[in-house]
């Protein structure tokens, strides 16, 4: 009976964790996703003042080069900004069926010629179901956990990659109710420097991270986070320190047979007679119309 009550207790306390998690989650998501928006903004009007000034200026003039290292500083802004939408789950655009283990295949191809002596092992299963993703936002998951990986092994080591499909009855224990169908298991070990029970706590919060000042964002696992829960899928992660840290990705399966991507060169933007556009800033509005009217393709219109 005592043993009986024990377990009770146990399971409660899980509960309990994981609902605090879950609300602590849900409030910085909120936060996150106002921030993006209106740093968007922010990079908006930057890149648009900038775009104005270069269309008037010769590729000779003193400041043109200026002119273009704010924009690439624009673009690591706006990268940065992509993966707090992530985290906020409002990154995903188009979901189509894809071919997980070509997309690890190409995101971890890096870590055993980056000379850091690091090399990789690979455990991927055949006919492995396809699931339903965006793949934009997949392949950046991918990629951050590959550099959250290598960072990891400084002085190199061995990283383990395995892929195999599972169902929800093989992940009991966790502190979560997995919904019932299959799901595709990506694991991810590293031998690396491993991490403390507390700090295991806080790596998925945005901002937090264990490198020096001006080596990290804090922003890398935080966006694997949210782009895994908003694809419906699950993450564990198991570490200590100095024995390494592994990954566990669930993501649900998909029923359909992956759509074959257009070559990027064959996609075309057509644009045709009219585009609105509008914006609660003023800035936004204000700057497009200077940058349609520099090309004659301006006409205001003032809506009630």
Request: proline share 4%; aromatic share 8%.
């Amino acid at each position: 009976m005592a043993e009986n009550t024990a377990y009770i207790d146990f399971k409660e306390k899980k509960r309990n964790a994981r609902i605090r998690q879950e609300r602590k989650m849900a409030a910085l998501n909120t936060l996150a996703g106002g921030m993006a928006h209106n740093f968007n903004n922010l990079l908006m009007g930057i890149q648009a003042n900038v775009s104005l000034m270069a269309l008037e200026i010769h590729s000779a003039h003193p400041h043109y080069k200026r002119l273009k290292t704010i924009e690439k500083l624009v673009q690591s802004g706006s990268e940065l900004n992509n993966q707090l939408l992530g985290y906020a789950r409002e990154g995903i655009n188009e979901f189509k069926p894809i071919d997980l283990g070509q997309l690890v295949e190409k995101a971890f191809e890096s870590p055993a010629g980056n000379g850091k002596g690091i090399r990789v092992h690979r455990d991927i299963a055949d006919n492995l179901h396809e699931i339903l993703a965006d793949r934009d936002q997949i392949e950046q998951a991918l990629h951050n956990l590959c550099i959250n990986a290598t960072d990891a092994m400084p002085r190199g080591g061995d990283l383990f990659l395995k892929m195999e499909n599972v169902t929800h009855k093989d992940m009991t224990g966790r502190p979560y109710e997995p919904k019932p169908g299959n799901y595709v298991l990506l694991s991810v070990k590293d031998t690396g420097i491993g991490m403390h029970k507390e700090t295991m706590e806080w790596i998925f919060d945005p901002f937090y991270t264990t490198k020096d000042v001006g080596k990290g964002t804090g922003l890398g696992l935080s966006f694997v986070y949210g782009v895994i829960k908003a694809h419906n899928g699950y993450i564990d992660v198991y570490s200590e320190k100095t024995k390494g840290t592994s990954f566990k990705i669930y993501l649900p399966a998909s029923e359909n047979k992956p759509v074959k991507e257009e070559d990027v060169l064959n996609r075309v933007i057509k644009i045709k007679d009219t585009v609105p556009y509008e914006d609660d800033d003023y800035i936004i509005p204000d700057v497009c119309d200077q940058t349609l009217d520099k090309r004659g393709m301006c006409q205001n219109i003032d809506i009630p």
